[in-house]
């Protein structure tokens, strides 16, 4: 039940998400960096300033200091997701049964595996470079909250363990789930040691420093229109508010995140979904006596529109739900940062699973575009004529993944062959989707099948026969998306 205080809460809209202002007010408010005018060249162009492009560009040079690297951005770097997501820092050791069905036993790991590193990499690069991101490696938490989602995590601990990483993720029992947090709803549970938390804008901004550090020259509020090959080099067509520039390239690297679904090539493999969050004041203290929540976990449900919390670093809880509204055709619309009815879905879960902090005030909601691919997976690749390269695809969970991200898509620009390329993810443009209006009515109907099953699972109502069709549906004509049964 919302309070009315939850009630008077409106979404960011256009203003800066909180994570972000607090981010921007400790570098002083800079002045965003100026857009691209004219014509240049460069070895190595990369089109947006999230984690993705900025890991990218770190890379690139960490390889080579001289390179000469251009990152264009449209907003300011972190101003998309990577500024404003949930904090969570996963390996994929929880996907291992998708991992597995999808690559076989030894290439899932290879997977995991990497992605445990990328966990690890990103807090020690945090400490080696003096950046204050609030990392912090205490693992994440599966709770389920209703007996309908009792069992949610067994394909993958079951996978883990025969896989010989047992303790990667393993199950616990509900008494195991309360020593770490408590919530009357929370049941039993699974564990995954391989997970952190960040304020997101502090890592997002850090990588901006350091890149520029490096010498990476970034351009803001810069928008890439158009790509073009001409010889050996690829002209990229910008506009901004100080007018149009233009970058002869040898390389680009497309780093758009949910933007990507409205490029031609990528348009049918990717769905566009929001996912809001919702922040509580500072309650350090009322953490660790009502909710003995001491031990810096981050805690996800069993939902397939799932609820996602861990506390901050100043002692909040933020608190998100996926499965906002999706997109049509590609654009990136309002709805993504404006939308009261999918932030208080995400208040009306916190309330719901922590009613012992029903004196306690949230005090922001915003929103955001995530990449949904067919498998809920990333995809690196490159495109015919071998000099523009994409990632993306990260389905709502990019935060380690696209430090891997980072790592292979500076490789396939320079045209190494190293371990990470030869990686499952590599390779094609993922499975498409049907075209529009198909992909958007589609995208819609489970969505709200979704809602209205988990909703009801929450309260103990098994879903009838026809809305279980319908989320199984997607899984029907080969997706990986949505419940298995
Ligand atoms: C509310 C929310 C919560 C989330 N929580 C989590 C979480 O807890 N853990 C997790 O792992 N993941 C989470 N995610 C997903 C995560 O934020 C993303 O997977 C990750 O940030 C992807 O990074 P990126 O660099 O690929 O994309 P982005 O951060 O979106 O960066 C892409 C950039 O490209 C720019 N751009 C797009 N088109 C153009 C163009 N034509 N020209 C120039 N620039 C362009 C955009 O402005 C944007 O800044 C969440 C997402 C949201 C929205």
């Known amino acids: 039940m919302l ?8 979404p960011a809209g256009d203003e800066r998400n909180p994570w972000l202002r607090e981010a921007l007010a400790d570098e002083g408010n800079p002045p965003a960096q ?23 560009a770190y890379r690139l040079l960490e390889l080579d200091p001289q390179r000469r690297v ?38 899932a790991l290879e997977c995991a595996g990497e992605v445990a590193r990328s966990v690890t990499e990103i807090g020690a690069w945090c400490e080696r470079h003096g950046i204050e991101a609030h990392y912090r490696k205490e693992g994440m938490l599966m709770a389920s909250t209703t007996p309908l989602h009792d069992g949610a995590w067994e394909l993958s601990t079951q996978a883990a363990q025969q896989l010989g990483v047992g303790e990667a993720y393993r199950e616990l029992t ?24 960040v304020q997101p804008a502090r890592l997002a901004r850090g990588l901006r420093a ?8 970034i351009h803001e509020g810069t928008r890439v229109r158009r790509l073009r090959h001409e010889g050996s080099t690829v002209r990229v067509t910008t506009d901004s508010s100080a007018g149009p520039g233009e970058i002869r390239a040898g390389q680009v690297v497309l780093a758009m995140n949910a933007w990507a679904a409205g490029w031609r090539p990528f348009r049918r493999s990717l769905v566009t979904w929001s996912s809001w969050m919702v922040r509580t004041e500072p309650i350090p203290d ?14 996800i449900d069993a939902r397939f529109t799932v609820h996602y919390f861990h506390v901050t670093a100043d002692g909040r809880i933020a608190f998100g739900a996926g499965g906002g509204r999706p997109g049509y055709d590609g654009r990136i619309g309002r709805s993504f940062v ?39 997976l990333p995809r690196f690749g490159t495109l015919a004529g071998g000099r523009v390269h994409f990632g993306f695809g990260y389905s709502g969970n990019g935060v380690a993944p696209s430090h891997l991200g980072g790592r292979i898509l500076a490789a396939l620009a320079l045209g190494s062959d190293e371990p990470t390329t030869r990686l499952p993810i590599v390779g094609a443009v993922p499975r498409r989707f049907p075209p529009e209006p198909f992909r958007y009515v589609g995208a819609r109907v489970l969505r709200e099948a979704l809602v209205r099953r988990e909703d009801g699972e929450e309260e103990g109502r098994r879903a009838g026969w026809a809305l279980r069709q319908a989320t199984r549906l997607p899984r029907r004509l080969g997706y990986r998306l949505g419940p298995e049964s």
């Not at 951005?73 to 996907?95: K, Y």
């Not at 770490?180 to 049941?187: A, D, G, K, T």
Request: hydrophobic letters at 40%; a negative charge; aromatic letters at 8%.
């Open 70 to 107: 251009v990152l264009l951005e449209m907003d300011i770097c972190g101003g998309g997701p990577s500024g404003r997501n949930g904090g969570f820092v996963n390996a994929w050791w929880d996907e291992l049964a998708l991992l597995r069905d999808l690559f076989g036993d030894e290439r």
């Open 34 to 56: 100026t857009p691209l005018t004219g014509s240049t060249d460069a070895e190595v162009v990369i089109v947006g300033g999230g984690y993705t492009g900025l890991w990218t």
């Open 210 to 217: 350091v890149c520029t550090a490096r010498g990476a020259v």
């Open 3 to 10: 309070t009315d205080d939850d009630l008077a809460l409106r």
């Open 286 to 299: 009322l953490v660790a006596e009502r909710l003995g929540w001491t031990g810096g976990e981050s805690i």
């Open 338 to 376: 404006d939308d009261l009815a999918a932030g208080r879905r995400a208040a009306a879960g916190f309330r719901r699973i922590f009613p012992q902090l029903r004196d306690v005030r949230l005090t922001d909601m915003w929103g955001g575009p995530i990449d949904v691919s067919a498998d809920h």
């Open 174 to 197: 509900p008494a195991e789930v309360a020593k770490r947090c408590r919530s009357p709803v929370f049941r039993g549970g699974a564990l995954m040691p391989d997970a952190g938390t």
